[in-house]
């Protein structure tokens, strides 16, 4: 399936990390701690954050002053279409990396019947999650590109909010997921549409990764789905509606 669909489709890489950034703007806002810190303790919190911020501009920018591409690529691709590629793999690295935080925000945070099945399950999507990490910025490396995998860098560049639910139900959460997975999935599926025609080798990982995400999707949305096929969550389109209406049917199945 290498190439098939596109033809020299580079030049639409911006389109599929916007198209990555509006898919998963419905993350929505998780929200800061400093609010929920009081006193000194939420002083000191807060210095402490803004000590943090600064370091991590400071070592975007430190990076950024060094060029992120380097002066080879693979065997057999042209130094531009080989750093295009590894460059493509960035804003799949973040939503990544983005993902396994999540997803393990929520394995803390799930509560109500179902909690042990539903937190249990969370863990082996993180350890597939943190591999899927691991393995597309080695493939930028191998590229020559420097993969950013600073929590500064990927905060600076995403345009997304963060995932929204706090302390919630089991439904909830798991209505939240699909939400963020039908995102991530379709701006998976654009990148790896977008590398096609240039390089079988990453196209053929992200084809596997998007496999496993789409696996992950489905034990998700079998705790959403009807007897009758139909999921609590169809058509809607951001994180916060698709906990409420998976929260009512569960009311109305129970
Ligand atoms: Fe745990």
């Known amino acids: 399936m290498v190439g098939s669909r596109v033809g020299m489709r580079l030049g639409a890489v ?16 998780r929200g800061r701690a400093a609010s929920s810190f009081g006193g000194g303790y939420g002083q000191a919190m807060a210095t402490k954050r803004k000590t943090a911020k600064k370091s991590a501009s400071k070592s975007v ?20 279409d080989g750093h295009q590629v590894g460059r ?19 394995h803390w945070n799930v509560v109500g019947p179902q909690f ?26 191998t590229l020559g590109v ?3 995998g ?13 995932y929204s639910l706090g302390r919630a139900t089991t439904s909830e959460h798991l209505g939240a997921l699909d939400s963020v997975y039908d995102g ?33 999707q489905w034990f998700v949305r079998a ?7 139909d999921l609590a969550t169809t058509g809607v389109q951001d994180e916060k509606t698709a906990a409420k209406r998976a929260a009512r049917a569960a009311r109305s199945s129970s």
């Open 146 to 148: 420097s993969p950013n």
């Open 150 to 162: 600073t929590p500064g860098a990927l905060v600076a560049s995403r345009t997304w909010d963060d």
């Open 61 to 80: 920018s430190t990076q950024s002053a060094r060029p992120a591409t380097g002066s080879y690529t693979v065997p057999g691709m042209t130094l531009a």
């Open 14 to 29: 911006p389109a599929a990390a916007r198209l990555t950034r509006k898919m998963m703007r419905h993350i929505g806002g």
């Open 88 to 106: 493509t793999l960035q804003d799949r690295l973040n939503s990544l990396n983005d993902l396994a935080m999540t997803l393990k925000h929520v």
């Open 184 to 216: 991530l999935i379709a701006a998976h599926r654009e990148a790896q549409d977008s590398v096609g025609e240039l390089d079988a080798v990453t196209e053929d990982m992200l084809i596997g990764q998007i496999a496993k995400l789409e696996l992950f």
């Open 116 to 141: 042990i099945a539903v937190h249990e399950m969370i863990d082996p999507h993180v350890v597939e999650v943190r591999d899927m990490v691991d393995e597309t910025a080695e493939r930028m490396a």
């Open 223 to 229: 705790h959403l789905e009807s007897t009758g096929g």
